[in-house]
């Protein structure tokens, strides 16, 4: 078993801390299961953020865009990088308004992204990001060109700096509220790839 991430002062949880976690096992599930990370950074405009596909290779996660994007070009520029992925699985109803919640699953990772320019690792990047939301997709996708790659940027964030934090289990009501006559509980919640439409 590989040795845990070391908490910092940024990714050690100080409210409900009983809910993090360290450990590389937990925060790879968080980081392979979820499809849509968001990007933060400071840029010359504001601080800025942006949805984006992603994958995990070992312990570095790649991120791609055009090569015009503003956020991506800032986060290439050593300026510190904020990423953030969330697994919602279910919405928690307490009896009190005050002690509903959401179980999830979710991971933060701090870090200087670097721009990836080697063009073998440029391609294997790519090829991991389209697997990761299809797996096997790049066995039947045209890989890209020469220009299409020139037109992508894609960075690569180490995973150094990085924490996950856990909420499972039904509603945390206080003794006084248990006879209040509303329903309490988990509605279940998970992503569900419909069947695929041809076009």
């Given at each position: 078993m590989a040795d845990p991430y070391q908490p910092t002062h940024r990714t050690?949880?100080?409210r409900l801390p009983g809910r993090a976690a360290y450990d590389r096992e937990t925060v790879h599930a968080i980081l392979d299961e979820a499809l849509v990370a968001?990007?933060?950074?400071?840029?010359?405009?504001g601080p800025r953020i942006v949805p984006t596909t992603y994958a995990r290779v070992d312990e570095v996660v790649y991120v791609h865009g055009s090569a015009a994007n503003h956020l991506l070009r800032s986060a290439a520029s050593e300026v510190e990088t904020c990423m953030a992925?969330?697994?919602?699985?279910?919405?928690?109803?307490?009896?009190?308004?005050?002690?509903?919640?959401?179980?999830?699953?979710?991971?933060?990772v701090y870090g200087?992204?670097?721009?990836?320019?080697?063009?073998?690792?440029?391609?294997?990047?790519?090829?991991?990001?389209?697997d990761?939301?299809?797996?096997?997709?790049?066995?039947?996708?045209?890989?890209?060109?020469?220009?299409?790659?020139?037109?992508?940027?894609v960075l690569a964030l180490p995973l150094v700096e990085v924490s996950a934090k856990v909420r499972t289990g039904g509603p945390i009501d206080d003794e006084a509220d248990l006879g209040w006559p509303a329903w309490a509980g988990v509605i279940p919640v998970s992503l569900v790839p419909g069947a695929p439409v041809p076009v």
């Open positions: 050690t949880l100080r968001h990007l933060a950074v400071m840029t010359d405009l992925v969330t697994l919602l699985d279910g919405l928690v109803l307490a009896r009190s308004a005050f002690h509903h919640s959401m179980n999830y699953r979710s991971a933060v200087w992204a670097r721009r990836v320019t080697d063009e073998g690792e440029k391609r294997a990047a790519l090829d991991a990001i389209v990761h939301v299809v797996p096997g997709r790049t066995l039947e996708a045209r890989p890209p060109t020469d220009a299409e790659l020139r037109a992508t940027l």
